[in-house]
Nanobody, 129 residues
Framework: QVQLVESGGGLVQPGGSLRLSCAAS????????IGWFRQVPGKEREGVIC????????SYADSVKGRFTISRDNAKNTVYLQMNSLKPEDTAVYYC??????????????????????WGQGTQVTVSS
């Protein structure tokens, strides 16, 4: 059974950092493009950052460029979201998602929700003083 589990959320002060983890089971992450998304109540889920299956490309939302990075550890079948210089507007539930990307030669990972087929349950990130 394909499963993604996020962890690492919590409360952090503005300017602080958090690292979220997305652990996969039931499939091998390195064949998948992985995206991180976030959602606040009353708003649509938005794409934050993603990484291609071959790690040759990443895509970012403008709001997180220079502050968030994504990486994967294939040995641990885990993808990480490092969030630095956090702002109150980064407060949201963060979700990781996966889509099989074998054969996506030259294709960048997407930041659109409809392209992803597997989702985690989400982890809350609150940025507040």
């Amino acid at each position: 059974q394909v499963q993604l589990v996020e962890s690492g959320g919590g409360l952090v002060q503005p300017g602080g950092s958090l690292r979220l983890s997305c652990a996969a089971s039931g499939f091998t992450l390195n064949y998948y493009a992985i995206g991180w998304f976030r959602q606040v109540p009353g708003k649509e889920r938005e794409g934050v950052i993603c990484i291609s299956s071959s790690d040759v490309s990443t895509s970012y939302a403008d709001s997180v460029k220079g502050r968030f990075t994504i990486s994967r550890d294939n040995a641990k079948n885990t993808v990480y979201l490092q969030m630095n210089s956090l702002k109150p507007e980064d407060t949201a539930v963060y979700y990781c998602a996966a889509v099989l990307a074998r054969g996506w030669i030259g294709r960048r990972c997407p930041l659109t929700t409809y392209e992803y087929t597997s989702w985690g349950q989400g982890t809350q990130v609150t940025v507040s003083s």
